[in-house]
């Protein structure tokens, strides 16, 4: 089965409902923007140490990808970090242990059907149940070479835009539907997941004309600039 035919099934199935990892997949600051006192920012649980963060777990670290003089804030979760700032950055960081579980599913699956696997199942739902007609695109694609084995996965998601406050005061009528690339892979016995929004999709309405392909190269390109900020650090005794 082709990883196109792969991905149409797989979004076809989001409606058989299936856990996921509600509190870790990207913190948007929606609610953040209404907010009539401003409040001091939460402590994280990561540490930053000059210009780089470095994850509870010590899964990895990562040069932070927004500036403090640009608006940059991070916000985090024990799995995931997320990275935002005033002009064009919303990306986020997730390092999900590989339990007993999806370590049986990763064996019986391959790298491929893994990874498609744990995104439908576990991080799309949550998605859906918060941008009602969210969508995987069926233009995602296997790299078999990229961390050993990667798959780039393509969102959209009515609504669910970061950047939807920040437009002109005219816009097109109805919501932004925004686009999310997202890079999976399995590196040191954590299932990572790297998402980016594409912010031009919502911040240039009016004059906005890419096509789908250039939007996902768009999308790749900075996906693997940010996994190339990265550094990971296997657990004691982990084989992978």
């Given at each position: 089965m082709s990883t196109r035919d792969f991905l149409i099934l797989a979004a076809a199935g989001l409606c058989l409902g299936a856990p996921a990892f509600r509190a870790q997949t990207t913190?948007?600051?929606d609610s953040a923007?209404?907010?009539?006192?401003?409040l001091?920012?939460?402590p994280l649980y990561g540490r930053i140490t000059g210009d780089t963060y470095a994850s509870p777990t010590g899964a990895f670290w990562i040069r932070i990808p927004v500036l403090?003089?640009?608006g940059g804030i991070v916000t985090d979760t024990p799995n995931l970090v997320t990275f935002d700032d005033d002009f064009s950055t919303h990306c986020s960081v997730g390092a999900f242990p590989l339990s007993p579980e999806l370590q049986a599913e990763f064996e019986s699956r391959g790298t491929q059907g893994f990874l498609i696997y744990f995104f439908t199942k576990l991080v799309m739902p949550d998605f859906v149940s918060r941008f009602p007609g969210a969508n995987i695109e069926d233009t995602g694609a296997f790299l078999p070479q990229f961390q050993g084995g990667a798959m780039l996965i393509f969102a959209t998601l009515p609504g669910g835009s970061l950047f939807a406050p920040r437009e002109a005061v005219w816009t097109p009528p109805g919501?932004?539907?925004a686009k999310?690339?997202?890079l999976c892979f399995v590196k040191n016995h954590h299932v990572f997941?790297?998402?980016l929004e594409l912010a031009e999709r919502s911040l240039q309405r009016l004059t906005y004309d890419l096509t789908t392909p250039q939007e996902n190269a768009l999308l790749k390109r900075r996906l693997l600039a940010i996994?190339?900020?990265m550094e990971f650090n296997a657990p004691p005794g982990a084989a992978r």
């Open positions: 913190a948007d600051a923007a209404n907010a009539t006192v401003e001091p920012p939460a403090p003089e640009l919501p932004v539907v999310r690339g997202n997941v790297v998402s996994v190339a900020r």
